[in-house]
């Protein structure tokens, strides 16, 4: 346990359906990121939120949308994706400032 | 633009040295390392500043050559623990109290007997 907790660990969607991701922290970072982990990529940068306000989106595609609440939880909202899109998605928190991030263990995502 | 990391892969015997090497051609604020084992979440290692520095615990140690925009990773007496994937991340300000933080595709390191 990283102190970054994602869920749900796998989840496996139609094209045609809807469903989100979550992430929770509960160690008093005030920035939290998506990335997207495919086979054989780098780690790539999706979204960035810094005191619940989203600094960037990385041209990533609207079929992915973010929700920041409260600095403690992210959301990913996920519709109409495409299999493409299948990855590991993580989820990382860092305090203020410059500092390293803790990850999650991540969302595995099947698109069928 | 992402980290260009080298080599792709190593294998090394326990008790032998190596180093990965990154490298960006933008200026950079900072330069992380992370270790991915297989089925987990990448773990932060360190983190290095601009202003050039180096860092180390235990037997893994990074230094961060600002001028040329290059950071190395340095493993001496590898432990059979030290198996995985090696991702360092360069980050640049990205304005509005903002950074953004690039990795590069990853080192693969395995240790064997």
């Known amino acids: 346990e990283t102190g970054v907790t994602q869920t749900p660990r796998h989840l496996v969607m139609g094209m045609t359906n809807k469903k989100s991701l979550k992430c929770e922290q509960h160690l008093g970072h005030n920035a939290m990121y998506w990335y997207k982990q495919s086979a054989k990529k780098p780690l790539e940068l999706m979204f960035v939120y810094n005191f619940k306000e989203q600094t960037e989106n990385n041209s990533v595609p609207s079929r992915f949308s973010p929700e920041c609440p409260n600095s403690s939880h992210l959301f990913l909202h996920l519709h109409t994706l495409q299999p493409e899109d299948s990855a590991l998605y993580l989820c990382?928190?860092?305090?203020?400032?410059?500092?390293?991030?803790?990850f999650g263990s991540g969302t595995r995502l099947t698109v069928v | 633009q992402q980290p260009v990391q080298s080599p792709q892969a190593v294998i090394l015997r326990e008790g032998e040295d190596a180093v990965i090497n990154c490298s960006s051609s933008?200026?950079?604020?900072?330069v992380h390392w992370y270790r991915q084992k297989h089925g987990e979440a990448p773990v932060f290692l360190m983190i290095l500043l601009k202003g050039g520095e180096q860092k180390g615990h235990d037997k893994i140690s990074a230094s961060f050559n600002e001028k040329k925009q290059q950071s190395s990773l340095y493993l001496t007496a590898s432990q059979l623990s030290y198996s995985g994937t090696y991702f360092c991340g360069t980050e640049i300000y990205s304005g509005a109290g903002s950074y953004q933080l690039t990795f590069g595709k990853g080192t693969k390191l395995s240790v064997i007997p």
């Open positions: 990382a928190s860092s305090p203020d400032g410059v500092a390293g991030y803790t």
């Open positions: 933008k200026a950079l604020y900072s």
